[in-house]
């Protein structure tokens, strides 16, 4: 028996249990290089137990509506924060802790030009592009120690297409 969930739209609000969203929305905090470019400063906290910030790239393959979610994944020792690197919605998978499993998942559909941080031991969906090319930069916990924990379902969840 598989449960479906029903894909909202990515806010701040709604997405902050679970971390940070990152966009340029609004009145940037400062103008800078000569006028020409506005910065929105310190958008999310990193967080981590242990090493440093790392920069990396992902290069996913695109997923396809419905999908069939298998498994979640969490970094119990930092946070990890995705940049997408086009200007074309991901979807984002989430879920709350119950004693070391998820539960009352929720799927987001991004905007074009959104990116989120996960919080350090957030439960959440692997790297989920909807379009070519999925290439997003990363920045999360260099350290030692694993960082990496999988949960399994024992029937999948099904995150149906935007209405």
């Known amino acids: 028996m598989s449960e479906t ?9 709604a997405f902050a249990p679970f971390g940070d969203v990152l966009e340029a929305t609004g009145t940037p ?16 906290t990193m967080d981590f137990t242990q090493g440093r910030a790392g920069i990396s790239l992902f290069s996913a393959q695109p997923r396809q509506l419905p999908l ?3 498994m979640v994944e969490r ?18 998978i989430v879920a709350e802790d119950a004693a070391g499993h998820p539960k009352n998942m929720r799927a987001f559909l ?3 030009g959104q990116g989120v941080n996960y919080h ?7 790297l989920t592009p ?3 090319p999925g290439l997003f930069a990363v920045v999360d916990r260099i350290g030692p120690g ?3 924990e999988e949960y399994w379902f024992d029937h999948p969840l099904t995150i149906d297409s935007p209405k």
């Open 5 to 13: 969930l029903h894909l909202e739209p990515l806010s701040a609000q």
């Open 29 to 44: 905090d400062k103008i800078i290089n000569q006028g020409l470019c506005g910065r929105f400063h310190d958008l999310a």
């Open 68 to 70: 069939k979610l298998e």
């Open 75 to 92: 970094h119990p020792e930092g946070s990890q924060a995705f940049i997408p690197m086009s200007m074309h919605p991901f979807l984002v």
């Open 110 to 112: 991004t905007e074009p």
């Open 120 to 126: 350090k031991g957030t439960w959440h969906g692997v």
């Open 130 to 132: 909807l379009h070519a």
């Open 146 to 148: 694993s960082n990496l």
